[in-house]
């Protein structure tokens, strides 16, 4: 089946512009997960949705970062006034998240979007 | 704050031998997650292990967890090349808690 779609997968913007960057998950998954991964680093967490509202959004460096996820499935995260230090790729995950199996599934990977501040 | 350790950080081996990378987390955690990459591409799940002594095997790759140690080990035995990647430990920070720490990776690379 499909798996987690990102798009687009490639995004170069200018200083102090504003971008979204879209996640599709896989169908069924109810829990969405972003992290964001700098060169030679590992993920690192930045927000966590079960359904729609965020569960945990205690990664989210400042208040230029946003995201939402309004039906529960397609989740968008929205970078205002970004900045060089921004450029990283950005991963979203997901899961399928059943109750009394909660926290002990594995978070699929999609293909990342790789965002460039010039 | 958990903190997540790997080593080494770079690996390089020959095809045929063994070897274990290793994976020290700070806290308390009840899931450990092993993931590989490939260059330029996303994160593919390996292995969880869920529970003290766990061990999981596929292939030529094999995780354990110590949670009383809080250790876990990627054995990997009789390298190939297509071993080569980056493998990143990923833990929970805490009981029923989703958001996982990931370690900064082991690369990996098999030279024939």
């Not at chain 1, 970078?79 to 599934?105: F, W």
């Not at chain 2, 903190?3 to 950080?9: A, D, G, R, S």
């Not at chain 2, 993931?35 to 330029?40: I, V």
């Not at chain 2, 876990?72 to 035995?77: A, D, E």
């Amino acid at each position: 089946g499909a798996g987690v779609s990102q798009t687009p997968s490639n995004k170069v913007t200018e200083k102090g512009k504003y971008v979204e960057l879209r996640c599709d998950p896989i169908s069924g998954h109810t829990a969405l997960y972003w992290y964001r991964q700098s060169l030679g680093q590992g993920p690192e967490f930045l927000i966590y949705f079960q359904g729609t509202g965020a569960a945990d959004d205690s990664g989210l460096p400042n208040d230029r970062f946003f995201a939402v996820r309004p039906e529960g499935s397609v989740s968008t995260l929205k970078i205002q006034r970004t900045e060089r230090g921004d450029s990283a790729v950005y991963l979203c995950a997901s899961s399928l998240n059943e109750r009394g199996l909660a926290g002990r599934d594995t978070q699929y990977f999609g293909p990342g979007t790789r965002l460039t501040v010039l | 704050e958990l903190k997540v350790e790997q080593n080494p950080l770079f690996l390089s081996m020959q095809e045929g031998k063994n070897y274990t990378i290793y994976c020290n987390y700070s806290t308390t955690s009840d899931r450990l997650y092993w993931y590989r990459q490939d260059p330029g591409k996303s994160l593919e799940s390996l292995f969880v292990l869920l529970s003290n002594g766990a061990v999981k095997q596929e292939g030529r790759l094999m995780a354990s967890l110590d949670t009383k140690a809080r250790l876990s080990t990627l054995h990997i035995t009789a390298a190939v090349h297509d071993l080569s990647a980056t493998y990143f430990c990923a833990v929970a920070d805490s009981f029923g808690n989703e958001k996982l720490t990931f370690g900064t990776g082991t690369r990996l690379t098999i030279i024939p």
